[in-house]
């Protein structure tokens, strides 16, 4: 699929983004709803659909690809990356456990809670984060961009992970929704370390991390981990027949014009969505304080 041909504008504001989203919201529901009535399995989803929430993702540039950091920028094949991640796993749990003075860290047996710890600080790893909240995907998409309105557009992604599931993993499994760690499907996608297990699911796979990290519960973190296809979002919702997307209700981009962002920016912090709020500790207090400083008295000083 060619993301672009899927995007649907906003105006100018935080306001108009909501609506989008909203807009999209509805549909999906609607769609889900007759899907499972043609499937019989309406029961189902009357019971899940109270806790069915879409995901959204935030991009500086509208072009950006939805890989994660392990796949991007690179020519390597697959089984080489997850090789080398199954090092960088191991080192990051080895020496992790000795900069993490004052924070409560995973049991170390926890591989789902070390790999939610790397993605968040950072490191590459086959995750890419989702947030339930679309003003928090929106704060991503406007946070680092420049004030030259000759920029190319940002946007935010929306995606069903209850449909991913079901396109990626299931059926014939029993389980459904949005995985859990412990559940058979997550750690298909996460062996043990050096086990010489291959990866062998292909497509990717919503899964919900444990939320023991602050950082993880204020941004109401969600993950999609990937499998062998490095492009394998656009590739389910791309596949075409009858020359439409096969699977039109699993993404969404909503596009942000480049003018647009200085005024959504300001319409966030109106609304309480901050640095501070987003990454809840004394470094980003302080970037808050140094944004807030530069915005009335000009670029901050070079350090002396």
């Excluded at 950091?69 to 020496?95: I, M, P, Q, S």
């Excluded at 981009?253 to 480049?258: G, N």
């Excluded at 912090?269 to 140094?290: C, K, N, Y």
Aim: some cysteine; glycine content about 4%; proline content about 8%.
């Amino acid at each position: 699929m060619n993301p672009v041909d899927s995007s649907k504008d906003a105006n100018s504001r935080v306001g108009d983004v909501v609506k989008e989203a909203l807009r999209v919201r509805e549909r999906w529901l609607d769609q889900n709803a007759e899907e499972a009535k043609a499937e019989e399995r309406l029961k189902d989803w009357e019971a899940s659909k109270p806790f069915w929430k879409p995901w959204f993702r935030g991009h500086e540039k509208a072009n950006w690809k939805l890989r994660p950091k392990l796949f991007r920028d690179t020519e390597c094949k697959v089984e080489d990356l997850f090789e080398f991640e199954e090092e960088l796993r191991a080192e990051f749990k080895r020496r992790g456990s000795q900069l993490a003075e004052g924070l409560t860290l995973p049991a170390y047996q926890d591989d789902w809670g070390w790999y939610s710890l790397m993605q968040h600080y950072g490191a590459p790893t086959r995750l890419l984060d989702w947030s339930d909240g679309a003003l928090i995907a929106l704060y991503f998409a406007v946070r680092d961009r420049p004030k030259d309105k000759n920029q190319d557009g940002a946007c935010i992604w929306m995606l069903d992970p209850y449909r991913l599931n079901r396109l990626s993993f299931y059926p014939p499994d029993d389980w459904a929704g949005i995985a859990l760690p412990d559940w058979p499907a997550a750690k298909q996608y996460l062996p043990e370390l050096f086990a010489d297990e291959e990866l062998l699911r292909e497509y990717p796979l919503a899964i919900d991390p444990p939320h023991i990290f602050r950082r993880l519960f204020s941004q109401r973190s969600h993950f999609t981990v990937f499998g062998t296809k490095l492009d394998g979002l656009d590739e389910l919702a791309g596949e075409k027949k009858n020359g439409e997307l096969k699977n039109p209700c699993l993404l969404e981009k909503i596009t942000i014009p480049a003018e647009a962002v200085p005024a959504i920016r300001f319409e966030l912090e109106l609304s309480g969505i901050s640095e501070s709020t987003i990454f809840p500790d004394l470094v980003a207090l302080s970037r808050e304080l140094e944004i807030l400083w530069s915005a009335h008295f000009g670029s901050p000083p070079a350090p002396s």
